[in-house]
């Protein structure tokens, strides 16, 4: 009980990394709480500081999800189901990261390291219909939402999960739902921003989950 307690925490830590903020304080002497959408994850990396941050940030976070996985299935407690919990506790790591007063990112991409190491059939499948709602629609949130929505679906019908995984796993897909509810509600708004370009004309800044307008990005 001890060592899984352990290897929990771990991986909790491993999650709680914040690489988002680190990449603003490091390179820009920032802190992307204050700027862009005020969220510490890839897409508010991609509009205050651009693709060449954002891509290594979006792969770290990603790993930080795998990682505990992939090492708790070769070497952790042998118990059902425990893999899949290391990852849990990565993702839960981002979101509530002790190292940023529990304000963390949404989890979709260190979701998407889970299930990479666990489910990369179901996981391939999303990625397509994330990036098809991204370009159709110019929201990443609407990829995210949706994919995280029908991974479960995937998950069932791609990789055969049932029972304990499957339920986990739609946990999990719910909570990325409700990390986004902030972006529903500007969405019905018509004040979310889109993708690589500003919200539509008129319509005010994104305010953050706090409920505060964010500041706009040149």
Same mark, same amino acid.
């Given at each position: ?23 603003? $304080? ?32 979006? &792969?770290?976070?990603?790993? /930080? ?9 070769? $070497? ?7 893999? &899949? ?17 529990? /304000?963390?990112? /949404? ?86 921003? $889109? ?24």
């Amino acid at each position: 009980m001890i060592s899984a307690v352990a290897w929990l925490v771990g991986s909790y830590l491993l999650g709680a990394i914040p690489t988002s903020y680190l990449a603003g $304080r490091v390179f820009k002497g920032i802190d992307l709480r204050e700027h862009g959408s005020r969220n510490l994850g890839a897409t508010n990396v991609y509009r205050v500081l651009g693709w060449r941050y954002a891509i290594p940030v979006g &792969l770290a976070d990603a790993a /930080k999800g795998a990682i505990p996985v992939w090492v708790a299935q070769a $070497r952790g407690p042998d118990i059902p189901l425990f893999p &899949l919990y290391c990852g849990v506790a990565a993702v839960i790591g981002h979101v509530f990261s002790i190292f940023v007063s529990l /304000k963390g990112g /949404k989890g979709v991409a260190t979701a998407s390291g889970v299930v990479l190491a666990l489910a990369p059939k179901a996981l391939g499948a999303v990625v397509v219909l994330w990036a098809a709602l991204v370009w159709l629609t110019g929201y990443v949130s609407v990829g995210s939402v949706v994919s995280s929505a029908l991974f479960p679906v995937a998950a069932y019908f791609l990789e055969g999960a049932r029972g304990g995984v499957l339920i986990v796993e739609t946990a999990l897909a719910g909570f990325l739902v409700w990390k986004h509810r902030a972006n529903l509600q500007r969405l019905a708004k018509g004040t979310e921003n $889109r993708f690589g370009r500003r919200a539509a004309s008129g319509a005010a800044p994104a305010p953050a989950e706090g409920g505060e307008p964010a500041g706009r990005t040149s």
